[in-house]
Structure formats: structure tokens, C-alpha cells
Nanobody
Framework: QVRLVESGGGLVQAGGDLRLSCAGS????????MGWFRQAPGKEREFVAG????????WYADSVKGRFTISRDNDKNTVYLQLNNLKLDDTAVYYC??????????????WGQGTQVTVSS
């Protein structure tokens, strides 16, 4: 069993930066690929970024490439998502997920509760 808790969301102006954290518990955390997803009001959940179990491979949605960076520290059981140059369209609840290695949410077994990111003009 893996439990995930996101933090770091908040209100930020367009062009600003945030760093999200996802703290995991469970012995399997360091063996699992991780992902970040987001869901905006009235929209479907969408993939944002993913990272392999050892951090050696990352993958991103086209909409965030060059602006967001995913990383992990397995010693701290934590995955990070650095959000730079935020846009209004980035407003959403951001979720971290574990156990998948794709852009499909259905491939991920464990999910956190989410953290709200709101970008203002």
C-alpha cells in the first residue's frame, strides 16, 4: 500500500512559479514510477508529467514542456513538480499518482487527494 499526500499549491499570478510536493509512504514508493495529473473545473483529468522509479526518465504533456519539471528524491519518499511561468490555463487541482509509467491515468494505482493551483491575471 502506498499513501500519497500533495502540498505546495496556492494562488499565484500569471508568470509566477510554484513547487508542488508529493510525499509518499510505503516501502514500495522508491520502486514505482510516478506521475502528476491535473483537473480543471468542467474538464477531464489530464496528464502533466511522469518520472521513472529512479528518476532516469521523465515525460511531459506538450502543454507544459519547457515550463514544468518533475523530479524525485527517493531518500525522502518525495516527488516534486516545479511549475514555472504559470499561465491562467494551468489553474487546476493537481494530483500525484503512483504505479504507472504512461500518460494514462487508468494505469496508475495510487492517488493523492490533490492540491489546488490557481493562477490569476
Amino acid at each position: 500500500q502506498v499513501r500519497l499526500v500533495e502540498s505546495g499549491g496556492g494562488l499565484v499570478q500569471a508568470g509566477g512559479d510554484l513547487r508542488l510536493s508529493c510525499a509518499g509512504s510505503g516501502r514500495a514508493f522508491g520502486l514505482l514510477s510516478m506521475g502528476w495529473f491535473r483537473q480543471a473545473p468542467g474538464k477531464e483529468r489530464e496528464f502533466v508529467a511522469g518520472i521513472s522509479w529512479n528518476g532516469g526518465t521523465t515525460w511531459y504533456a506538450d502543454s507544459v514542456k519547457g515550463r514544468f519539471t518533475i523530479s524525485r528524491d527517493n531518500d525522502k519518499n518525495t516527488v516534486y513538480l516545479q511549475l514555472n511561468n504559470l499561465k491562467l490555463d494551468d489553474t487546476a487541482v493537481y494530483y500525484c499518482a503512483a504505479g504507472g509509467a504512461s500518460m494514462r491515468g487508468d494505469d496508475y494505482r495510487y492517488w493523492g487527494q490533490g492540491t489546488q493551483v490557481t493562477v490569476s491575471s
